[in-house]
């Protein structure tokens, strides 16, 4: 998450239904709940403070997910700015001790995409010192991605699609030819706002509240491998 500044304008056009994709060139990934299981330990942090801050609004822990640190303060918390720099600074610590498990099947699944041709790339609202925090437990995700795009990269937040046509760009594909992996309601909506196809992880929403927001909803990468998919695609 990223306390940059950022412009949000919602909401997108949705691409049309169906897949149209033909060779993949690249497979672009969200963070946490896509790469790794971890979304129910952000849960327990950000529960915290909404129910501090704002007990008015019930189950706000949910609504943020897929959204840099910038935008949860401006759209959910603009009434405490003095309580800005405690929030960032129990967040670091937070996932300096959080454990970074990885969705079932997804080392074996990304071996597989890099074996049939496809850049990989993690496309995450995280910030580099969230990142940095990742890298120090999961050294070995740099040699999986051929790129680390963190919400510095980026000039607007998620649901807009800028992050993930940024994605695209970086290996010279449009997004049309990538495959996004999401799981969040904001991150879906960016995947699909670019023109990507979109494919829901049900690790953090159920694969029914999602399903609109996809062209295919999976559990994890268990036993699905890239060709697998595309033919689940078409």
């Not at 971890?38 to 959204?67: A, C, H, N």
Request: glycine content about 8%; overall charge negative.
């Amino acid at each position: 998450m990223s306390t940059q500044q950022e412009k949000v304008t919602t909401p997108f056009p949705r691409a049309g239904e169906g897949s149209g994709l033909g060779a993949a060139k690249a497979a672009l990934f969200d963070l946490d709940g896509v790469v790794f299981d971890t979304e129910p330990q952000y849960t327990v942090f950000w529960g915290g403070v909404m129910r501090k801050f704002r007990p008015d609004v019930p189950g706000l822990e949910y609504t943020i997910k897929g959204s840099t640190l910038t935008r949860i303060f401006e759209d959910f918390l603009p009434h405490v700015p003095e309580e800005y720099d405690n929030i960032v600074k129990g967040l670091n610590e937070f996932e300096k001790n959080m454990d970074y498990p990885f969705v079932e099947g997804f080392e074996d699944f990304v071996k597989d995409c890099r074996h049939n041709g496809l850049k990989t790339a993690v496309v995450t609202s995280s910030n580099k010192a969230k990142m940095d925090s990742v890298l120090k437990k999961r050294p070995e995700l740099t040699e999986m991605m051929d790129a680390i795009l963190m919400s510095e990269d980026f000039e607007f937040s998620k649901p807009h699609p800028d992050c993930y046509i940024k994605g695209a760009q970086r290996f010279g594909a449009k997004p049309e030819e990538c495959l996004v992996f999401e799981d969040s309601f904001n991150g879906l909506k960016s995947g699909r706002a670019s023109g990507a196809v979109v494919v829901g992880l049900s690790t953090s929403n159920s694969e029914e509240a999602i399903r609109e927001y996809c062209d295919i909803v999976i559990p994890n990468y268990k036993g699905i491998d890239y060709k697998a998919l595309i033919s689940r695609l078409k």
